[in-house]
């Protein structure tokens, strides 16, 4: 039985029906938006890892541990974590094995060699109990439908006192990227791309400490991630952002046509530009939670 809600009414019950998520959360359909994501990690490395940094500090990862990465897909923030370990190693674990191949490619490149990959989905994680002294997830809590019960496997797989922590995005008026890249895809194929909010659906403050809370972590803290991105003009950033929401679009794109799309984006982000630099909101939500001993 859950404990009762602080709101009276369990988390559970509030997220439950995103439409989306009958989709949004099947293999299928992240294998087929892998390709997006290849064509956007070819740097191998993060082309920004400020959240990423947060998100190791706050979980309290030492260069020792056993960390496990939830929703891992290409490798985000199992990458950065295993530069932050000396002797521990990180496991990036996904329902998708095509995103986790794509994750061990980028590895290989960046010759590290403490990441494991693991197909997993997050409802049933393929680990013994007790087994990771951290654990970690980038933008993927909120594809599940059952989000508490998901957490709680994290809390069964976490070692006790352990730490984990789940970053999320926020509101999508909080993230101008998305609505321009929709609205840049919009202009170029002349049809609708209406964004996809099951992104943001654990974008309002509170939600994630109710999932913590929900499914027994001991204690539960939620902060807010905010930053001003700097992309130069030029930069990928806009491409690679196209690359992931339409990854079925862009294969037949010429070089010209990406001119042409990407120009509508961009047109979309104007009012952040500032000389040669776009000053680009992003914001996102941490939740933190610590297991009992
Ligand atoms: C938006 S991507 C985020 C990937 C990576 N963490 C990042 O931030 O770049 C979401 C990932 O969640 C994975 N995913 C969605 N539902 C899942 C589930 N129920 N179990 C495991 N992975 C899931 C998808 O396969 C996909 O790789």
Known sequence: MDAPHRLGKSVTEKLVTDPASDTENRTDYWKNRSAGWTEAATAAKPNDDTFNLRLIEEVGITPNMDVLDVASGTGDPAITIAGA???????????????????????????????????????ALPFSNSTFDAITSRNGLMFPDDKVGCAREVL?????????????????????TFLAVNAGLEKFFSEKFPPRMIRHNLGAPGLLTDVIKEAGFTSAKEIELKQERLINVGDNYFRRAVARTAPHRI????????????????NACANYLDGDIYRIPVVARLGIGTAGS
């Not at 674990?93 to 590290?112: G, P």
């Open 251 to 266: 294969g037949n794109l010429t070089e010209r046509d990406w001119m042409v799309l990407l120009e509508n984006v961009q």
């Open 156 to 176: 069964r797989v976490l070692k006790p006192e352990g730490t984990a922590g789940w970053m999320v995005w926020g509101p999508i008026e909080a993230n101008p």
């Open 85 to 123: 370990l000396e002797i521990g190693s990180v496991t990036a674990c996904d329902m998708t094995s095509e995103m986790l191949a794509v994750a061990a490619a980028r590895a290989a490149k960046l010759s590290i060699i403490n990441l494991r990959i693991a197909a997993g989905n997050m409802n």
